[in-house]
């Protein structure tokens, strides 16, 4: 029977083992959801904190460059920088063997749950007090006191301050917010012409009377221009790409087309003219361009001709003939009239027909120069007309402003400034001459000497047309006038620039002359 009572002993102790491996786990889990509850907590704050710093300096970027998406990208960022972090805390959260080795730590137990854990399986009896002195040690703990999930002091002050700092960029005007706004605008302008743009190409593309290559060519320049507009960031640019675009549109015009345009229009206003019905039509088939008309015409006349006696087609080709010297500046069409009124006078149907061929054919090559020339016009005219819009839109408000003042100096609504104008010249002769004007208006008043003194230089404005007592000689010598009072130089200048700008806003003046304009007044300011 003494040999029986070792596997008895043995049993025991595996028992007693396996229940204090079991207790040490279960001893562990609560401490573990705490420790991973203030990793979650801890991480999650950290990457709130930081994901506010982000957008702050964000937001500050967008304070000194114009940024659209900032706020947006502000707000991605603080939530992305949240999710990452809560997100790496639950991934990493501890598992039971380091968080024995942060209890340790925590409760200062000088590593007794991690050596009770990595000894778990252990059946020793030595390993078995271990573990139930880690146990007791654990026991004499409060969860709640040991491991605190309040958030620190300073985690607290950095927050406040991060906060703070992101409500001012938030509240406080942006000074960017005016550039961008102008940036919409110009955008939204910009995307207004390339629709017009877009629109001609197509009404361009449907054009039968017009070459394929030609159409090709101008199609190709308006998807440039519709390219280089969308790449455009500021007016400059936009200005720029469309007065290339006119360019190139020139490029294609043929130099001569408006002076054949012409030469075909006297001839056929002089056949129009013509006291024979037949003659006449082609005329009228010539001006507008009408083939079918004109072959319809040219076989009327044709079956006339063998009726008329010599003196009738001798005047009926002297007609003609009248009709090619008009058309001295269109080869083709002048060569034709040239062989039609040598048929006609010399009375032969086969060179009569002959001559309404290369009529029919040299009406033909004008009209489709002539459609040519059209759609190139048309073109161009588009473009320009987008350049116009852009720039008035760019000067909208000074205009405004300008034609405000000129209508209350118009309509009398107001006392204006009177202007004087004085000029003196000596030519070979001797004498002198002065003229002068005054009334009610915009204008300014001054004087002007000749001289460049500075800002302050006195110059006579010319005044508008109203009241005013002034006496004036028309023999040229002299004019006198009443004197008026000096302003500023500068306030001169100034009207005058503005008085420019309004006429060459609202002309078919090119987008270089247009600057050209505005950097001369621009220099007469810095006199």
């Given at each position: 029977m003494a040999t029986l009572a070792p596997p008895g002993n043995v049993k025991a102790q595996l028992v007693t083992s396996n229940?204090?491996?079991?207790?040490?786990?279960?001893?562990?889990?609560?401490?573990?959801?705490?420790l991973a509850l203030q990793q979650a907590l801890s991480w999650t704050g950290r990457g709130i904190i930081s994901g506010l710093i982000l957008a702050c300096l964000l937001l500050l970027v967008s304070r000194l460059t114009p940024w659209v998406t900032a706020p947006r990208w502000a707000i991605g960022i603080g939530i992305a920088c949240s999710l990452f972090a809560f997100s790496a805390a639950i991934w990493y959260r501890p598992s039971l063997a380091r968080a024995?080795?942060?209890?340790?730590?925590?409760?200062?137990?000088?590593?007794?749950m991690s050596t009770a854990w990595e000894m778990r399986k252990e059946t020793a009896p030595l390993y078995g007090l271990q573990r139930e002195d880690a146990l007791k040690q654990l026991s004499q703990h409060v969860l709640s006191t040991a491991i605190s999930v309040r958030p620190r002091r300073s985690s607290l002050v950095t927050s406040g301050i991060v906060v703070v700092a992101l409500a001012l960029l938030v509240l406080l005007p942006n000074p960017m917010t005016a550039v961008l706004q102008q940036q919409a605008a110009f955008q939204v302008r910009i995307a207004k012409?390339?629709?017009?743009?877009?629109?001609?190409?197509?009404?361009?593309?449907h054009l039968t009377n017009t070459s394929a290559q030609q159409r090709a060519q101008i199609d190709q320049i308006l998807r440039d221009l519709e390219t280089k507009l969308q790449n455009a960031h500021n007016e400059t640019e936009a200005q720029q790409a469309i007065a290339e675009a006119q360019a190139r549109l020139n490029q294609l015009r043929d130099p001569q087309a408006n002076n054949q345009a012409q030469a075909h229009a006297n001839a056929s206003s002089s056949l129009e003219s013509s006291s024979n019905a037949s003659l006449s039509a082609v005329g009228q088939a010539l001006a507008t361009n009408d083939s079918k008309r004109l072959s319809n015409a040219l076989q009327n006349l044709a079956s006339q001709v063998s009726h008329m006696t010599p003196a009738q087609?001798?005047?009926?080709?002297q007609q003609i003939e009248n009709a090619a010297n008009q058309a001295n500046q269109n080869?083709?069409?002048r060569a034709a009239l040239h062989q039609l009124a040598k048929a006609i006078a010399d009375g032969s149907p086969s060179e009569i027909a002959d001559a309404t061929n290369a009529l029919e054919i040299a009406a033909s090559q004008d009209a489709t120069a002539q459609a040519q020339a059209n759609s190139i016009d048309q073109a161009t005219q588009s473009l320009q007309q987008a350049a116009?819009?852009?720039a008035s839109a760019t000067d909208g408000t000074s205009s405004q402003g300008q034609n405000q003042n000129q209508g209350q100096g118009q309509n009398g609504q107001g006392q204006g400034q009177q202007g004087q104008a004085q000029r003196q010249g000596q030519g070979n002769g001797q004498g002198?001459?002065?003229?002068?004007g005054s009334g009610n208006g915009s204008g300014g008043r001054g004087n002007h000497t000749g001289s460049k003194s500075g800002q302050n230089e006195q110059v006579f404005v010319p005044g508008q047309i109203g009241s005013g007592n002034s006496t004036q000689s028309n023999d040229g010598n002299n004019s006198v006038v009443q004197n008026g009072s000096s302003i500023p130089y500068s306030q001169v200048i100034e009207r005058y620039k503005q008085m420019a700008h309004d006429a060459i806003d609202n002309s078919d003046i090119s987008p270089d002359l247009k600057d050209l304009v505005h950097g001369y007044f621009n220099t007469l300011e810095g006199q």
């Open positions: 229940t204090n491996s079991e207790q040490l786990a279960t001893a562990l889990r609560p401490w573990r959801r705490r024995a080795r942060l209890v340790d730590a925590r409760l200062s137990l000088h590593d007794r012409q390339i629709v017009a743009i877009e629109h001609l190409r197509t009404s361009l593309a087609r001798a005047q009926l080709a080869p083709k069409l116009n819009t852009l002198q001459g002065q003229g002068s």
